[in-house]
């Protein structure tokens, strides 16, 4: 490196390179992780983190906190990249980290980008060096690394997972680099409207590199007026990103939950499908659409048909372990699922049942446990039933407290497997008197 890229390397680098974080104070998202008191925070401030593999989806920060990681406890930083480095590269990293081991009492951190593309024999020159401490392994990859990676590296590293950032966290990052003057646009007379704003971070899925990269591209290639001043706005964002706006601000958000909701509940799955994409498309975390599926799946289907729980609790494992956009398919199936599924709303007894649970209530002396020595002197238990030495292993008796005795919650459905159901409940109790 010459002096002239020395001094101007910096202020060449792309935004997205300019606004790394470089504390954990800066660091923004992963708040499992890092929220002061969790172990990964703990682990670098104390200088203990050892090997590991930081999973997640692309622009969610894992190589600027392998770089925090790397400054913040005073150790070299090396980077390599899976696909392109050979072993040499490796041996040669190793020979220096050995060096600085002993001559300095320094560890070297080896940032391994795209980690699950590692061959057997990168892993097999890296793994004496993992074990003894001289090379610290901070692996990246988008790819679940439990499938992707080898056991032998797998079973000398922690593994913590990266989710995508929140709309929250893209839009401090912007407003950052719109008013930091040292590696932002502070320094420029800059206005970027509210819209085109929220277009970039909703457009970025997540993804604040793609987020820099739009804002930094709509700045530069703006025209300044006769007073120097550049204007971004929502046509400009859109150029950017080649993405169209799609509306979305938090009353149309909920408009639109609410229409995903209402068609599954309708049972249309073509409405359901159509609301669910309109609202991926403008940004919404697909979490929000899974999460909100498991609700309906109990809400609006139940016991009516079991499975759709397991489809809904499905889809919501698949956005969160595959992401966006290839857990479109099990999302998509899962809402399917969940529409065309027979609908009972007997689960809502559950909301009863809380009110009612806000007394204060005795339990039953047959029902109290029995688990300790003397309880048969304060009648613990005395006259309890128990229900498998009887026909069909069902028994009447009280199981509610004396002041609820008579007080009923839950009613069957005669919709689809609940109504099996309710006509097997009603059996057991006619042949028990």
């Not at 007894?349 to 806000?358: I, K, T």
Request: glycine share 6%; hydrophobic share 40%; aromatic share 8%.
């Amino acid at each position: 490196m010459d002096l002239f890229d020395m001094v101007n390397g910096e202020d060449m680098a792309p935004l997205a390179q300019r606004m790394r974080p470089k504390s954990l104070d800066e660091f923004l998202g992963q708040e499992h992780l890092l929220a002061e008191g969790c172990l990964l925070r703990r682990a670098i401030e104390a200088n203990r983190l050892t090997s590991c593999i930081f999973y997640g989806p692309p622009g969610c920060g894992k190589t600027s906190l392998a770089k925090i990681i790397s400054s913040s406890c005073n150790a070299s930083f090396e980077q390599l990249n899976a696909v392109t480095a050979g072993v040499a590269e490796v041996r040669q990293i190793i020979t220096q980290a050995r060096q600085d081991s002993r001559l300095y009492g320094r560890a070297t951190y080896l940032l391994l980008d795209e980690c699950h593309r590692w061959s057997k024999a990168q892993s097999d020159a890296l793994l004496p060096a993992m074990e003894d401490g001289t090379i610290r392994l901070i692996g990246s990859t988008t790819e679940n690394p439990n499938i992707a990676m080898t056991p032998a590296i797998l079973s000398r590293c922690m593994i913590f997972q990266f989710y995508p950032l929140t709309p929250e966290h893209i839009k401090r990052g912007l407003r950052r680099a719109i008013e930091d003057r040292e590696r932002g646009f502070g320094n420029m007379l800059l206005e970027v409207s509210e819209d085109a704003l929220e277009h970039l971070v909703y457009s970025s899925g997540g993804d604040i590199r793609a987020a820099y990269n739009g804002l930094e591209l709509a700045v530069l290639s703006q025209k300044p007026d006769f007073e120097g001043r550049i204007t971004v706005d929502l046509e400009a964002a859109e150029q950017s990103l080649q993405q169209k706006s799609i509306a979305c601000d938090e009353s149309t958000f909920y408009d639109y939950l609410s229409a995903f909701c209402k068609s599954l509940r309708g049972s249309d799955v073509d409405a359901a499908l159509f609301w669910a994409c309109r609202m991926l498309r403008a940004g919404v975390d697909p979490r929000i659409v899974a999460r909100r599926l498991m609700v309906h799946a109990s809400e609006d289907v139940g016991l009516a048909d079991p499975m759709a729980m397991l489809q809904a609790q499905a889809a919501l494992i698949s956005v969160e372990k595959i992401g966006m956009p290839e857990c479109l398919l099990n999302l998509g199936q899962a809402i399917a699922y969940v529409c065309a599924a027979p609908k009972s709303n007997s689960a809502l007894a559950v909301h009863a049942a809380w009110a009612a649970a806000a007394e204060t209530v005795e339990v039953p002396k047959h029902l109290r446990d029995t688990h300790y020595k003397g309880h048969e002197t304060l009648g613990s238990g005395e006259g309890y039933k128990y229900p498998h030495e009887y026909k069909n292993h069902y028994v009447s008796q009280q199981y509610l407290p004396d002041a609820l005795a008579q007080q009923r919650f839950f009613e069957f459905s005669d919709q689809g497997a609940e109504q099996e159901m309710k006509k097997y409940n009603k059996r057991i109790r006619e042949e028990a008197e």
